[in-house]
């Protein structure tokens, strides 16, 4: 289920970012970026009914970048 924000918007997804570094993350944020490139799989991934379905979902973008 969607979270609701003001103004009629909502979320299906919130991403939190945590790093061991200063530099680390920036690795991490350009995967993210290709990732949100396909919207096919951020829809499956946004419609996950379980933690391990959305792990599994993460997985298989990862591999197509």
């Known amino acids: 289920k969607p979270v609701f924000f003001a103004e009629n918007r909502n979320a299906k997804m919130i991403l939190i970012l ?3 570094d200063n ?3 920036l690795g991490i944020m350009n995967d993210i970026l290709k990732m949100a490139q396909n919207e096919s799989g951020i829809e ?3 419609n996950a009914e379980s933690t391990d379905e959305a792990i599994a979902i ?3 973008l990862l591999k197509l970048n």
């Open 44 to 46: 499956s991934l946004a």
């Open 18 to 20: 945590s790093a061991e």
């Open 23 to 25: 530099e680390r993350h």
């Open 58 to 60: 993460l997985h298989d």
